[in-house]
């Protein structure tokens, strides 16, 4: 198979499971080399050993992005680890669902920092690489790959602070989107529908529940199918952009 990212690299953030797991494995397979961000190190490093093991590069960078500081300083390491940065991959989130009425205000803080800010400042850090890239790169093209929800489209009960963390996602990818699309650094959201990762499982039985029932048993999403995508829209030609992508269980309504 062609490795189309050859001689590229790719930070992916929260990619100690789920999503940023598989998709890290995704674009090493394209021959990108990997910056590895999240806070549980020991996973981190158990991936970077599974990219070494099948002749791909991983470098790993234990951060919590929630800072403009700690952001910055993941991208710089990735520069200083890697030499440069052409994909970036915003991924890492929190989902905490529940009545907005007498929740706990400190989860609201911990997914706007987490699923907004710590995207945004992720971005802010890597522009100037990832504008590098796109005008001296090997592909002379750079992509941001912000990872956002249905809950980006639309809004739900018991969802009122992760939906508006995610609407918030859209407006600053398509802003951004527009202001970097002569340079040729590309910015696209995926929107996936219900996926069997951890994420559901910070909440509570209860809300666990809630969501179960509300499905009923269709078949998820699973992690590769959103890392599929993601390397579908950064293996595009040069001239072609994804700016956005809806994707659900074939039975989710």
Do not use: C
């Amino acid at each position: 198979m062609t490795r189309r990212l050859e001689g590229t690299v790719a930070l992916v953030t929260g990619a100690s499971s789920g999503i940023g797991h598989a998709t890290a494995l995704e674009l090493a397979r394209e021959g990108a080399s990997v910056a590895l961000v999240g806070r549980r190190e020991d996973r981190l490093i158990a991936l970077a050993a599974e990219i070494s093991s099948a002749g791909g590069k991983a470098l790993v960078v234990p951060a919590d992005i929630t800072t403009a500081e700690a952001a910055a300083e993941a991208v710089e390491r990735t520069v200083e680890g890697l030499d440069r940065v052409d994909t970036l991959v915003n991924n890492a989130g929190l989902m905490l669902l529940g009545p907005t009425a007498g929740a706990d205000l400190n989860e609201w803080q911990r997914m706007v920092g987490i699923n907004l800010m710590g995207l945004m400042y992720t971005s802010h850090a890597a522009i100037p690489h990832l504008l590098k890239a796109a005008a001296d790169g090997p592909r002379r093209v750079a992509d941001i790959v912000n990872i956002s929800s249905l809950n980006g489209r639309n809004a739900y009960a018991m969802m009122a602070v992760y939906t508006a963390t995610k609407f918030g996602v859209t407006g600053f990818s398509e802003a951004l989107r527009q202001e970097l699309a002569k340079q040729h650094v590309r910015v696209s959201i995926v929107e996936p529908g219900s996926v069997d990762t951890e994420l559901r499982t910070h909440n509570s039985d209860a809300v666990q529940q809630l969501l179960n029932a509300g499905l009923g048993d269709i078949e998820r999403l699973q992690s590769q199918d959103i890392a599929d995508t993601v390397g579908y829209i950064v293996t595009r030609p040069r001239h072609v952009a994804v700016a956005e992508l809806l994707v659900r269980p074939t039975e989710q309504a």
